[in-house]
């Protein structure tokens, strides 16, 4: 008994392998600059403005993550920390059972993070970034095409394509798993 629970809390307490600040491409600092000043434009529509209210939005991610100590900050990292732990148990608990993940980590699964780490949102961050880059790497122009509506899209779709690119189950990502809107 006491293996176990040593175990449970050597396994709470660790931190994913890859959870260490990520190193932004030239190519993305300057994505995030243009967006930065698109977000701050007095040109946007109603929609956009709205849209830039929504935690789970590419914009808001932009703006409030390097600003500690404003509500939009703690708001954002609640939500990246629930997308977090959502993925983790997911895909562990798919895993576990057998069932065919639709991503497949390095080592059979991922680590779950304490709540109480120093940086606990970091892995989910880098994943983000991480599809970002990708991103900019297949499809350099997304964010300049149909009015720029790529810089107002949700964060849970980088999310699901940084882990389905980062952790493939394939040497090729099959046409019917790939996620519609991204390049592989």
């Known amino acids: 008994m006491k293996w176990i629970i040593g175990g449970l809390l050597s396994v709470l307490m660790s931190l994913p392998?890859?959870?260490q600040p990520w190193h932004k491409s030239p190519a993305l600092e300057q994505l995030i600059e243009k967006l930065n000043t698109k977000y701050q434009s007095?040109?946007?529509s109603e929609y956009k403005q709205e849209k830039m209210d929504q935690v789970d939005n590419l914009s808001?991610?932009?703006r409030y993550l390097d600003q500690p100590g404003t509500e939009q900050h703690a708001k954002l990292k609640a939500f990246l920390?629930?997308?977090q732990a959502a993925h983790i148990g997911s895909i562990n608990q798919q895993i576990q059972t057998n069932v065919v993940p639709w991503f497949c980590p390095a080592g059979g699964s991922l680590k779950t993070v304490s709540h109480n780490a120093k940086k606990p949102t970091e892995f989910i961050e880098n994943i983000i970034w991480y599809g970002l880059e990708r991103d900019l790497q297949y499809m350099?122009?997304?964010f300049d095409m149909y009015n720029g509506d790529a810089s107002f899209g949700k964060v849970?779709?980088?999310i699901m394509y940084g882990l389905q690119t980062k952790y493939p189950c394939y040497d090729q990502v099959p046409q019917s798993h790939r996620l519609v809107g991204f390049n592989y």
Do not use: H, N, Q, V
């Open 17 to 19: 392998a890859m959870a």
């Open 42 to 44: 007095d040109d946007l």
């Open 60 to 62: 808001y991610f932009i």
């Open 81 to 83: 920390w629930g997308m």
């Open 140 to 142: 350099p122009d997304r």
């Open 156 to 158: 849970t779709g980088l």
